[in-house]
């Protein structure tokens, strides 16, 4: 499985920007796809996540109500709407995909295929 991440950029804060990420390969229907960022000098933090096959999405907190996942089956695409970007969302932005079970969604380590990153700065 292949990921490709793009759509970061330099916006100001209560911007929006649109991530995508196209994901390739052997079949990947049973796999969540999920978005993570890493800020400089911290850890790689969830974002949000989706099953390709459907059902619930899941978000981090500090993102509810500001960013939407979202898949477009027909494009092989999942893409991340980022409205009202602050500053502290500043970060390089992964997809990744990987099956894991719900209560561990957020772990990066449950993910095994990643894509590039894709810058996102969000100026105050």
């Known amino acids: 499985v292949q990921l490709q991440a793009s759509g970061g950029g330099l916006v100001q804060a209560g911007g929006s920007l649109r991530l995508s990420c196209v994901v390739s390969?052997?079949?990947?229907?049973?796999?969540?796809i999920a978005w993570f960022r890493q800020a400089p000098g911290e850890e790689r933090a969830f974002v949000a996540a989706?099953?390709?096959?459907?059902?619930?999405?899941y978000y981090a907190d500090s993102v509810k109500g500001r960013f939407t996942i979202s898949r477009d089956n027909a494009k092989n695409t999942v893409s991340l709407q980022m409205n009202s970007l602050k500053p502290e969302d500043t970060a390089v932005y992964y997809c990744?995909?990987?099956?894991?079970?719900?209560?561990?969604?957020?772990?990066?380590?449950?993910?095994?295929?990643w894509g590039h990153g894709t810058l996102v700065t969000v100026s105050s």
């Open positions: 989706a099953r390709w096959s459907g059902g619930p999405h």
């Open positions: 990744a995909a990987g099956n894991p079970i719900t209560s561990a969604a957020m772990r990066p380590r449950m993910y095994v295929y």
């Open positions: 390969g052997r079949s990947f229907s049973s796999y969540t």
